[in-house]
């Protein structure tokens, strides 16, 4: 592996951070509400699953009351 100076490697990553195409304000808020609404979603739905397989164990086990 070929050694790099310093200077060098500062110009290639400056080459490489210019290619980026950086998602607009409008993109980055709408992906954020995405991700919040689907965290909300999963939420509920391990709270349900959560909810059945604790009543399933407990009524398996007799503990159920």
């Known amino acids: 592996m070929a050694k790099t100076s310093p200077a060098q490697f500062y ?3 400056r080459q490489e951070v210019s290619k980026v ?3 607009s ?3 980055t808020m709408i992906t954020t509400a995405m991700v919040f609404v689907f965290v909300i979603i ?3 739905f391990f709270l349900v699953v959560d909810g059945v ?3 399933t164990v407990g009524a ?3 503990l159920g009351g």
């Open 60 to 62: 398996i086990l007799g």
């Open 42 to 44: 999963m939420s509920i």
């Open 21 to 23: 195409t950086w998602p």
């Open 25 to 27: 304000r409008k993109e």
């Open 53 to 55: 397989v604790s009543l």
């Open 11 to 13: 110009r290639q990553v």
